[in-house]
């Protein structure tokens, strides 16, 4: 009995901490929906093939300096940081537009990453001209229901400005 005493004194009691749960897409406690995510993407994308913006990529120079922007590219002092940037960039878009065969993981990576340069890019005031809506249905409706209310103004106010008067009929003065 000595022996299974020392053995349970041997033993050594270990806690295993559980990571915490990360937040699923789906949680309603997101700002951003996966969906929402890859629509503000796709119409930032768009915008800037069909030339609706235009972004300002950090130049060589402002990369020497090290700055919030040379941190998340990866640099290479053999090639040029500032055509490494733009490389890395249409990589990305190259996954996203499923030019370059990707798998789904390394797709939603690069979905993620071309919102986080987005992000970037508009919070370092380098992003010129307006992200247009892919919307267009959206859009044509919300131009038809805005030239609806304005056609019913002009209607009533027509209405108002040429509808005849009644007069009054004057008093025969005494």
Do not use: C
Not at 23 to 28: G, R, V
Not at 87 to 110: F, N, W
Not at 130 to 158: C, Y
């Amino acid at each position: 009995m000595s022996r299974d005493n020392a053995d349970d004194k041997k033993i050594i009691s270990v806690r295993i901490k559980r990571k915490p749960e990360m937040l699923k897409p789906e949680d309603s406690s997101l700002l951003y929906s996966e969906a929402d995510v890859r629509r503000f993407v796709t119409e930032f994308v768009s915008s800037w093939i069909r030339g609706d913006i235009t972004i300002r990529f950090p130049t060589a120079a402002e990369l020497a300096k090290k700055t919030p922007l040379s941190i998340p590219f990866p640099t290479d002092p053999s090639v040029n940081a500032e055509l490494k940037i733009k490389e890395h960039y249409v990589d990305l878009l190259s996954v996203v537009a499923g030019i370059k065969p990707a798998g789904d993981e390394e797709l939603q990576r690069a979905i993620a990453e071309v919102f986080k340069m987005l992000l970037m890019f508009r919070s370092a005031n380098r992003i010129e001209g307006k992200i247009m809506s892919n919307d267009l249905e959206k859009r044509i409706a919300d131009l038809e229901k805005t030239a609806a209310t304005q056609t019913k103004l002009v209607e009533q106010i027509t209405a108002f400005l040429f509808t005849p008067k009644k007069l009054k009929a004057a008093k025969p003065t005494s």
